[in-house]
């Protein structure tokens, strides 16, 4: 089952990503990264804040992932995503701690990550 422990979740996205290169990469290729906020209630989620959730138009208590698409024609496939900690969370490893089971299998983009071109 996918929801094993034993599953390599990094080994597993490379595979889909590498996968999805072959069957959809090539110069028409269109890489596709976009982020996408889930409206919370509480803050007991990794990641949760009061930030922008661009689903709300608004700046609301909610967790950011961020998701990059292959794309070639009229087919797409997902082939990545990350969950967005905020500085504040990156700041308090007691917080992180506290939510480890929910960060162990997560992909991660730190408020300090920068993309480089």
């Not at 889909?16 to 409206?39: N, Q």
């Not at 087919?75 to 900690?85: C, F, G, K, Q």
Request: proline share 2%; hydrophobic share 35%; with cysteine.
């Amino acid at each position: 089952m996918l929801t094993s422990e034993a599953i390599d979740w990094n080994g597993f996205g490379e595979q889909i990503a590498r996968e999805t290169d072959a069957l959809l990469g090539g110069t028409e290729a269109i890489l596709i990264i976009d982020e996408s906020g889930f409206a919370k209630k509480g803050e007991s989620s990794a990641g949760v804040s009061r930030q922008w959730n661009g689903r709300l138009g608004k700046v609301d208590n909610c967790q950011v992932g961020v998701f990059a698409s292959l794309c070639h024609n009229d087919m797409a496939s997902l082939i990545d995503t990350r969950l967005y900690l905020p500085q504040h969370w990156v700041n308090d490893p007691d917080r992180c701690r506290r939510r480890r089971q929910y960060l162990r299998h997560a992909s991660i983009i730190k408020a300090s990550a920068r993309l480089h071109y």
